[in-house]
């Protein structure tokens, strides 16, 4: 730009500056078109549950342990969002894709690592880890600064809760139906003893009526679903 030019932006700016009522105007059009190009491309299809096929909601069990990590807080450490970069790739997985937050009401994204994304974190230990993790995370990650949640191993999850949790999530538009809520219990119960019965083939004895069962249920399920379908969508891609 040459020296006139610049002069005569800079006078054109000072005037406009000097407006204030035609600048906020003129501003408030610039931001809102802003906000448009940013929000107009969550409304299209890449959003919904069809853009990625096999998306399933959470299990009553996983509801409740959904609740408990965020009672706990969780969120404030992990993230839950692996970006399309190849360090993040190759460290926790394959990247996150829209489709599969279309049953997290709200969704846990989390804008600080203190500890690990745990977006795909499901299957990569096995329920013995997590439940000796959460009680002590030093014996399992030496020199770890996670916190201990201890109380977890003896506080006990109320199933009402979980059905009062699904018929807000039912809503919110996940497709629970009435049948699935009054059943919720009792499919939570299965699904607990279900894991009761892994630890105890790891050598650990534990009851499924208690908080870190449906914690590890969540946690063991987390990117599972979403690994699943991208991987029938495309087999073997470099990141
Ligand atoms: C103060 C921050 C902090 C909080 C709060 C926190 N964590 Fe962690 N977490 C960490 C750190 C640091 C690590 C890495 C070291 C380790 O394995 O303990 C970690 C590791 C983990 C891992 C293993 C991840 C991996 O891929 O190796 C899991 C699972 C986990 N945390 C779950 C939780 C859950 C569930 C909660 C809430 C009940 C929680 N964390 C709360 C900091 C935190």
């Known amino acids: 730009m040459s020296d006139s030019n610049e002069r005569g932006y800079t006078a054109a700016h000072r005037i406009l500056e000097g407006k204030s009522a035609v600048f906020a105007v003129l501003v408030t059009v610039a931001i809102l078109i802003g906000g448009i190009v940013e929000i107009v491309p969550l409304f299209s299809s890449t959003l919904g549950p069809e853009h990625l096929a096999g998306v399933t909601p959470y299990s009553p069990l996983e509801v409740a342990g959904r609740d408990i990590y965020i009672r706990e807080g969780c969120y404030l450490c992990h993230s839950q969002m692996i970006r399309p970069l190849r360090a993040e790739v190759m460290r926790y997985g394959e990247w996150t894709r829209a489709g599969e937050y279309a049953y997290d ?40 600064v996670m916190p201990t949640y201890a109380w977890l191993h003896t506080a006990t999850y109320d199933p ?80």
């Open 105 to 144: 009401h709200p969704f846990l994204l989390g804008s600080r690592r203190l500890g690990p994304d745990l977006q795909r974190v499901g299957g990569k230990y096995p329920d013995a880890w997590h439940y000796e993790h959460m009680r002590d995370p030093r014996s399992t990650s030496p020199g770890s």
């Open 160 to 239: 009402a809760d979980i059905q009062a949790s699904m018929r807000a999530l039912q809503k919110v538009g996940v497709p629970y139906s009435d049948a699935e809520i009054a059943g919720a219990p009792a499919a939570a119960q299965t699904e607990a003893e279900a894991i009761v019965g892994r630890l105890a083939s790891q050598n650990v004895t534990a009851e499924p009526s208690r908080e870190i069962i449906a914690l590890i249920a969540y946690l063991q399920r987390l990117g599972m679903d979403g690994r699943a379908a991208l991987a029938a969508q495309k087999p073997a891609e470099a990141p």
